[in-house]
């Protein structure tokens, strides 16, 4: 199995009239004079690498005890040889790593899976499991039959953007079927029973209990004690590992049980099920930097040392059955020099930047107003917007007008809890509005008024989730060089909760920028660049109190640009020099792979 960190074409117009992909519409009337656009060079994809992990001894035994039920089956054994595989999502595309390694891209999903959680053979036909996908707008589908290549769709549901966590523990109902188990950013806890069914896969929910929001990772473990009946697992943002038992009833655990400590420094922790044939399911966990290890389980939630199975693993950016809360909308860093050149930047997962690739010829983008958001339409790719002679223009539609007098634009991500990538807009007189996108982010809903004062900040940033609810918030900084959280609440008429203080100090930095999540663990990350150029990443915790960790160099030679511009432009740029000239002469249309 190859993997990949190829992302899918994208497009961004730089011109003075601007070039839209489809049908090549212009902004403004272009003169006869004005250059035919025309595709740039592409964006040169990472070299491929091949995914696997070491393989245990296998012993072949089972306990008696609920062996051939779906608390012990394995949830994603896509080969047919017992043992669980690993199905992970890299950008758009999701592949597969078997333990005969024969592993490849998974085919048949029709949309971007945010999360992929394998359920076993739901139909008990043999044919292989059957595995649920989540897409970012909260469409379900259940896939059947998969083998390490192909899947074929069975049903969709829609109405689940309302989680920010699902997964599964295993068969929790005793009919030997793994059941769902969904969470809410307001803590409540919902289990769906499977009927083994495709026409309606799940019995209507049914309420667990409140609370579980002081987890950031729930992990589906299968049958840890020999009941019978699906466990799992869940972390505390500290390292606080807990146990769940079944209690033999769907609608109800037993109490928890401390079983580790320390386990915050993995960023996705996954339930494998029983990997080396003694009966008891295992772990797999992701390091920061990447390494895979695996814990072997003795019962009751325990598990023995750990061992490395695995390296490079950082570039996976979700992996089918991780218990934590997935990132989408952001992968990478677009860039322009003094010159007006683009470049793109890849994330790694690990916290660390890629080398950069050059995009198109030099000097194209010069005087271009660009701003890049969280995606807008149907995939995971970041959106560059433009406002060219006070329209607004995306590589998809041209969104409208009067925008001249907005001088900041934001793109944190779905605001309004419907799935969509939205974005804010500050004006000159300091009113921010919120612009809610359809599916395809061709057109925008009426503009909804977040409130004024906003020009207080001399840098407002957002991309993705800082308090580990799952919801999309801000960060903004003021004069002073205090930095404030806007936890986001999922609501279009009031997108904000009251503003939390982070710190102060933060005016020691000449640029901040939010990245998204750029350490893999699905939690939103900031970087600043200080007065002598050194980048640092203050990596996100996952907690409204303590929204970040103690900043990490990550580069250093960032003074060479007079004004940065990360995959996230709002006032205060990253990694692009944007100089506010005109420059009539180049129009082109501009490919990222």
């Known amino acids: 199995m190859l993997f990949t960190r190829s992302r899918r074409a994208r497009r961004v117009a730089t011109c003075t009239a601007l070039a839209l992909s489809a049908g090549m519409v212009l902004a403004g009337t272009a003169s006869a004079d004005t250059p035919a656009p ?20 296998y012993e072949g035994t089972a306990r008696a005890t609920g062996a051939s039920n779906a608390g012990t089956a394995p949830r994603s054994d896509l080969d047919g040889d017992g043992r669980g595989d690993l199905v992970y999502r890299v950008g758009d595309k999701v592949y597969t790593s078997t333990t005969q390694k024969q592993g490849s891209e998974f085919s048949g999903f029709n949309e971007f899976a945010e999360d992929i959680i394998p359920l076993g053979d739901q139909d008990k036909n043999g044919s292989g499991p059957e595995v649920l996908t989540v897409s970012k707008f909260g469409a379900v589908t259940l896939y059947g039959d998969a083998s390490p290549s192909y899947a074929y769709q069975r049903w969709s549901g829609a109405g689940w953007q309302i989680y920010n966590k699902i997964f599964s523990p295993g068969d929790i109902s005793g009919d030997g079927r793994a059941d769902v188990l969904a969470r809410t950013p307001s803590g409540e806890l919902w289990v769906y029973v499977s009927t083994g069914t495709y026409g309606a896969p799940f019995h209507a929910r049914q309420k667990v209990g409140n609370g579980w929001g002081v987890y950031d990772h729930l992990i589906g473990l299968g049958d840890s004690d020999g009941d019978g009946r699906g466990d799992f697992l869940a972390r505390t943002p500290s390292g606080a590992l807990f146990y769940y038992g079944s209690t033999g009833s769907p609608y109800s655990v037993k109490a928890r049980k401390q079983v580790g400590y320390g386990w915050q420094e993995f960023n996705q922790i996954v339930g494998i099920d029983d990997d080396n044939g003694n009966g008891v399911p295992d772990l797999l966990a992701r390091g920061s930097d990447g390494t895979l290890w695996e814990y072997f389980g003795t019962g009751s939630g325990h598990f023995t040392a750990r061992k490395q199975v695995g ?5 996976a950016y979700q992996i089918g059955g991780a218990g934590n809360v997935p990132a989408h909308g952001k992968e990478g860093l677009l860039a322009r020099d003094k010159a007006g050149s683009l470049y793109w930047y890849n994330t790694l997962g690990t916290g660390k930047l890629s080398p950069r690739d050059q995009l198109g010829e030099t000097g194209e983008a010069a005087g ?3 701003y890049e958001v969280n995606s807008l339409d149907r995939d995971s790719v970041s959106d560059t917007l433009q406002i060219f002679q006070g329209g607004l223009y995306s590589m998809n539609a041209y969104l409208g007008s009067g925008w001249g007098s907005i001088n900041l634009i934001a793109g944190p991500g779905d605001l309004n809890g419907d799935g969509t990538g939205d974005f804010v807009a500050r004006d000159k007189s300091g009113v921010l509005w919120l612009y809610r996108s359809n599916y395809d982010g061709t057109a925008l809903h009426a503009r909804v008024r977040v409130g004024g004062g906003w020009n207080a900040y001399n840098a407002i940033v957002g991309s993705g989730d800082y308090t580990g609810d799952g919801r999309n918030d801000l960060v903004a900084r003021d004069k002073s060089g205090v930095l404030w959280l806007y936890p986001g609440t999922g609501q279009a008429g009031s997108p904000f909760h009251a503003r939390v203080r982070i710190g102060g100090g933060w005016n020691s930095y000449t640029k901040l920028a939010a990245p998204g999540d750029i350490t893999g663990d699905g939690k939103g990350d900031l970087v600043a660049v200080n007065s002598g150029g050194e980048l640092f990443r203050y990596s996100g915790t996952g907690e409204k109190g303590n929204a970040f960790k103690p900043r990490v160099s990550i580069g250093h030679g960032y003074q060479t640009y007079n004004s940065l511009y990360f995959a996230k432009l709002i ?15 180049k129009c082109r249309v501009i490919e990222f792979h």
């Open 368 to 370: 271009a107003t660009l």
């Open 571 to 585: 006032g205060v740029p990253f990694i692009a020099v944007m100089p506010r000239t005109t420059s009539p002469e």
């Open 311 to 315: 390296s490079k693993w950082g570039g």
């Open 38 to 57: 025309r595709p740039a060079a592409e964006k040169p994809a990472p070299a491929a690498e091949p995914l696997e992990r070491v393989l245990p001894p």
